[in-house]
């Protein structure tokens, strides 16, 4: 085994045979006797050569890499729908390269720049407002591009998330039944659609539960805050609103900033104030008492998500522009919610 990474020079020396030949073995093309083509291919394998996917994307213009441009990776919603769609990928011969965008405009822009200057095949994309443009160039340059967890309503562009209106409304309609009259919000201050959906059918569920639409029971945090100034924050509108009952998180990061707020309140769930949280977390099962949540199918939309892309990919004449999925979530009832005598 070479100590150094193996090139096609290399294997040409190790087989008596030259550049030329490896080249048509390895990539499958000329007309190479079996006996040498399997002394070339057995050479290959034995000292772990890998093709350069940049050089072979430059010449084939297939580079069997799919660019994956999330919020952010490290979380866990992002982070598992990363790992569902590394194992689909792989089994279809594709890597993936992760990019995070946080939110950040600029940075998006910057990351599908560098992207495609990498030659990759396909795109799965988080969308955030002001990325239109450099996506839609990417549709026009005839690049698959499948968008999870958000769409451009009014694009054509295929996507697949979580049904985010009716898990909120399903959500809020659930405490208006138990018996919670005062329910806020908190959500955050990001043109993102869905959170704009969520916060919809957090609404749409109040008004159908006969109750009136009040802004003071809608906080918008600053997506940008730290952490302690956020937790601070959401304090002070509890505080606040003295008559709310209940109170629904609009994702899991604000969910947990928010027990940190009722914590150092000293209020007690649910006596005191019931949660929910869109987007389950594994903290919401083990804290006291549990908190009830409205759970995104993690797992169906990464699945679906890769499916369409690879689907495109492997046939161009497949259009997938009307592909638009969008997958029912489960609430989840736990200690922070009860019926209200």
Do not use: W
Request: net charge neutral; charged share 25%; hydrophobic share 40%.
């Amino acid at each position: 085994m070479m100590n150094k990474k193996i090139s096609i020079k290399d294997i040409a020396k190790l087989t008596n045979t030259s550049i030329t030949t490896v080249s048509f073995v390895l990539n499958g093309k000329g007309r190479i006797s079996k006996e040498i083509s399997k002394k070339i291919l057995d050479v290959a394998q034995q000292n772990g050569y890998e093709p350069n996917r940049m050089a072979v994307g430059l010449r084939t213009g297939v580079s069997k890499v799919i660019g994956l441009i999330v919020e952010t990776i490290g979380g866990p919603f992002f982070g598992a729908m990363a790992k569902v769609i590394e194992e689909e990928a792989e089994k279809a011969g594709y890597g993936v390269i992760y990019c995070s965008t946080n939110n950040n405009i600029q940075k998006g822009k910057d990351v599908i720049r560098m992207l495609s200057q990498q030659l990759v095949d396909g795109y799965i994309i988080t969308p955030m407002k002001g990325l239109e443009k450099e996506i839609q160039n990417l549709v026009a340059n005839e690049k698959p591009v499948v968008l999870i967890d958000g769409y451009f309503p009014g694009l054509d562009i295929p996507h697949v998330l979580v049904d985010n209106y009716n898990g909120a409304y399903d959500a809020v309609k659930f405490l208006a039944n138990s018996g919670y009259k005062n329910i806020g919000l908190v959500t955050a201050d990001l043109e993102l659609i869905q959170l704009q959906d969520r916060t919809q059918g957090y609404k749409d569920a109040l008004k159908a539960a006969g109750f009136k639409d009040d802004k003071k029971m809608i906080f918008k945090l600053p997506f940008d805050m730290e952490r302690e100034a956020a937790v601070d924050a959401i304090k002070a509108f509890l505080k606040q609103q003295k008559q709310m009952d209940a109170v629904f998180f609009t994702t899991n990061y604000l969910g947990t900033m928010g027990l940190q707020s009722i914590t150092e309140l000293k209020l007690n769930i649910p006596a005191d104030l019931a949660v929910i949280s869109f987007d389950d977390n594994e903290i919401f099962n083990l804290y006291p008492p549990g908190i009830t949540t409205v759970r995104q199918p993690t797992y169906e939309i990464a699945k679906s998500a890769i499916d369409v892309l690879l689907s495109q990919m492997s046939n161009e004449k497949y259009d997938i522009s009307k592909i638009k999925l969008q997958i029912p979530a489960q609430l989840v009832e736990r200690g922070s919610t009860t019926l209200v005598n």
